[in-house]
């Protein structure tokens, strides 16, 4: 079953109570902030414990992702250093604008891997937060085999592209945003790894949350970054598949099996064709239904 | 001829056999004192000191009190300062429960004024200084229904309960609330006053706002009261809230509420006319905002809510989710407010709502209960009195007595309270024994009694996360580490009265 990201959850490295427990409200993957949620003050003391969060615990089934500083400051390096030797299964880079930078850091990473004899461990993301970045993304998005998705950062975006961030209340919300996500969802498409969307940070305003999680489902994002645990329900709830969809896979897959059974490549359901790219969608609606609770994998069968 | 005077020699005859004098009609004179002014020429109103004075009270005799303006309660340190000028010694002081704001009885009892206490909860300095053990007579701690039963057996006989009330008439008419332009205060339910008006030898009630006779809805009656104490205040009602009454935006106390909503949801009880009972954390609170969804989305409706009151209970009865509600304790003004108003939200008695011993105590009819804890152990014996760091910082209340009655209780409870974990393997005080408690909902999954296995069943079946209790416990210590031992001293400071009279744990004194 492919892993899902629906959502992923930011939690500042410098908070040891919130990194403790930050598993138990259920995001697919957990995001330790080492960029910008820490002072300058406080960077070291922010790596030490989040690479002693990865060793010690027990995450369970969670995505653990360590969003470092960017590599020309002069944290970025120790960052990748502590955190792949702690065993993180991803690290986010900020403000990425170009493939060599992405190239830079897998470059990093294979120095620390190799040390510990576990090349090819640590994936990448990489956060699109420019212009420049926006219009790179597909190069962004296949400089590395690591790579396995790519973000949009909104905020310093907009500032980048001299606009301001819409609210709920506008009639024109979220279009300032609209050709960053655009790129980037399918740029991740071409390079087929996974999209994910800005956080909402308006905690007050779940309504206009939920709107945005509707629009960037409907885009083709596969989740959403969040800052709170109060906006995992929401978000799960809107990428849950709905039942119609959920039987519709059901029928596919169980043709799909059949037809391997016969050894006939090319299928039909329902008097329409069935080829790879539905099987795919179908697999993905199943695979939501069970992380969801919907349904189970016996259900399946 | 059959006149009276014919009767005389008859009704003298009468009289004699009976022991009893003969009717002298000269001796009767008519009052024409208008009776509006009479009323208030009462002599049961009296001041504070001729109160103390005539109601007999001697040295080594024992106080009551209620705690029903929590925080904001001005009596017990107003009277107790006054029986200190008054020169009184050796009293033994039984409170509903005492709280921060009865700091100052550290220096009456250092200065022999008081020296035992009876009650429920301890809090603040004073349960600090208690701990360290300032009395040479152990604290004696009993839950509420427990304390009810032991007025009224005799076992806690009280010589002179000191009441405060929101309302008086000159009669002794007391209520919790005023419905006079006059109005200084409001605390709801007397419910815990109640036993100590009833069974004390002598009950004074002190109260900011003198009514005209007859003050209706009086939750206490003239007959049980010998004097009124008006005084210019006997609490501040803006303090009775337990804490928050917004929705908790808590992450962790959303998710606990979330899980124990499910619980009760999917227990078996969660039908039409059932009962149930929330605390008033934060966790607790909460639950009753996720239970209220799934009463509306399902169609439930219940019969009764019991206990501490909140604005949110008052909110689920308003709506018709909850047809009654028994406040033995008004938890905000909301909820105070609402048993002025509101005939269907009625004032009980501590014996009423949860004594052991007396079968209508509406403990026994309760179906649901959801209370937190500082610690729950392996066995499921809780703890709500003594912190892990051996100092006494809680109360009993209805703990024991809810766990016990209901058909179902639900422990609330965090794995982790910061660096201190709530799931261990022994209680540092036993107040609730594991036999008693059925389900521990925590963040890191829900542990249900092996007494219960249908709810287990029950449970697994909605697919809820069940975890063996031990594991719990064991993925604490992984987290913290095993905590240093307590540095306990061998002199008993606290006696835990099980409800059923006995004597189920002590306290001991805290070392530095």
């Known amino acids: ?301 | 001829m059959n006149s009276i005077k014919d009767r005389a020699a008859q009704i003298a005859e009468v009289a004699k056999q009976m022991n009893k004098a003969v009717y002298n009609d000269s001796t009767v004179k008519k009052d024409p004192t208008p009776r509006f002014e009479l009323q208030h020429k009462c002599n049961k109103v009296v001041t504070l000191e001729e109160a103390i004075k005539k109601s007999g009270l001697k040295d080594g005799m024992t106080i009551s009190f209620h705690h029903h303006f929590r925080g904001g309660d001005k009596v017990i340190n107003m009277v107790v300062a006054k029986l200190a000028e008054m020169g009184f010694k050796n009293l033994t002081l039984a409170s509903s429960s005492l709280i921060d704001v009865h700091e100052p009885l550290i220096e009456h009892i250092k200065n022999g004024v008081i020296t035992q206490l009876h009650t429920s909860g301890l809090r603040g300095a004073l349960a600090t200084e208690v701990s360290h053990g300032l009395m040479e007579k152990p604290v004696i701690f009993r839950s509420h229904g427990s304390r009810g039963y032991a007025i009224k057996s005799g076992e806690l006989h009280i010589d002179v309960a000191f009441l405060g009330a929101s309302s008086c008439d000159p009669m002794g008419n007391a209520a919790g609330f005023s419905t006079s332009e006059n109005a200084k205060s409001i605390c709801g339910s007397l419910g815990y006053a109640l036993p100590d008006a009833k069974y004390a030898d002598h009950t004074i009630i002190l109260t900011d706002d003198l009514v005209n006779y007859p003050n209706q809805h009086n939750a206490i009656s003239e007959a049980d009261v010998e004097f009124v104490v008006v005084v210019d205040s006997v609490g501040d009602s803006s303090k009775i809230s337990s804490g928050a009454i917004r929705d908790t935006k808590n992450p962790r106390d959303i998710l606990l509420a979330k899980q124990a909503a499910k619980v009760v949801m999917n227990s078996g009880y969660f039908e039409n006319g059932f009962s149930m009972q929330t605390g008033s954390g934060g966790a607790s609170l909460a639950v009753t905002k996720y239970l209220r969804q799934g009463m509306i989305d399902k169609g439930i409706k219940a019969s009764f809510a019991l206990g501490g009151i909140t604005s949110h209970m008052v909110k689920l009865h308003q709506e018709g989710l909850i047809g009654r509600l028994i406040d033995v304790q008004s938890f905000d003004k909301v909820a105070a407010e609402s048993l002025m108003n509101d005939p269907l939200h009625k004032c009980v008695s501590a014996n009423e709502y949860a004594a052991m011993l007396e079968p209508g105590s509406a403990t026994h009819f309760l179906d649901v209960v959801i209370l937190s804890a500082l610690e729950v152990d392996v066995n499921f014996n809780v703890n709500v009195l003594v912190g892990s760091d051996g100092i006494i910082r809680g109360a009993i209340g209805g703990h024991p007595d809810t766990a016990q009655d209901s058909a179902l209780s639900v422990i609330v409870c965090p794995l982790l309270r910061g660096r201190i974990p709530c799931v261990v393997d022994e209680v540092t005080t036993l107040i609730t024994p594991g036999s008693n408690v059925d389900v521990v909902v925590t963040e890191y999954g829900i542990a249900v009694n092996p007494n219960r296995p249908e709810i287990k069943e029950r449970l697994e079946a909605a697919g809820l996360n069940i975890v063996d209790i031990h594991d719990l416990a064991a993925k604490a210590r992984s987290i913290i580490g095993d905590p240093a031992p307590l540095p306990f001293g061998d002199k008993v400071v606290g006696v835990v009265m099980n409800r059923d009279g006995s004597v189920q744990d002590v306290i001991k004194n805290i070392v530095g």
Do not use: W
């Open chain 1, 1 to 301: 079953m492919q892993r899902l990201r629906r959502t992923m959850m930011f939690v500042p490295g410098n908070n040891p109570g919130m990194m403790a427990d930050a598993h138990i409200y259920g995001p697919d993957s957990i995001m330790l902030d080492l960029e910008d949620s820490v002072t300058m003050a406080e960077k070291d003391a922010a790596r030490l414990l989040v690479h002693n969060a990865l060793k010690t615990i027990d995450y369970g089934n969670t995505e653990m992702v360590v969003r470092i500083n960017p590599l020309s400051t002069p944290y970025g390096k120790k960052d990748v250093e502590a955190v792949v030797k702690a065993g993180v299964h991803v690290i986010r880079m900020p403000k990425t604008e170009t493939a060599e930078e992405v190239v830079e850091l897998e470059q990093e990473i294979i120095k620390v891997e190799t040390e510990l004899g576990c090349v090819g461990r640590t994936q990448i993301m990489a956060a699109i937060e420019s212009t420049l970045g926006a219009l790179n993304a597909y190069a962004i998005a296949t400089a590395s085999k690591r790579m396995m998705g790519i973000a949009l950062g909104a905020e310093d975006y907009c500032a980048n592209l001299k606009a301001q961030r819409t609210t709920g209340d506008s009639p024109f919300f979220g279009m300032e945003l609209q050709m960053a996500r655009q790129c980037i969802v399918t740029a991740a498409r071409a390079a087929g790894i996974d999209a994910l969307d800005t956080v909402f940070s308006n905690l007050n305003d779940m309504d206009t949350f939920r709107r945005e999680v509707e629009m960037i489902k409907a885009m083709g994002f596969d989740g959403k970054s969040i800052i709170n645990p109060r906006q995992i329900e929401v978000v799960n709830e809107i990428f849950a598949p709905k039942e119609k969809e959920i039987e519709k896979a059901k029928t596919i897959l169980a043709a799909i099996k059949e037809a391997e059974k016969r050894g006939s490549g090319v299928i039909a359901v329902n008097g329409k064709m069935v080829d790879r790219p539905v099987v795919i969608r179908a697999q993905r609606t199943i695979d939501l239904a069970i992380a969801s609770g919907i349904m189970t994998k016996e259900d399946l069968a």
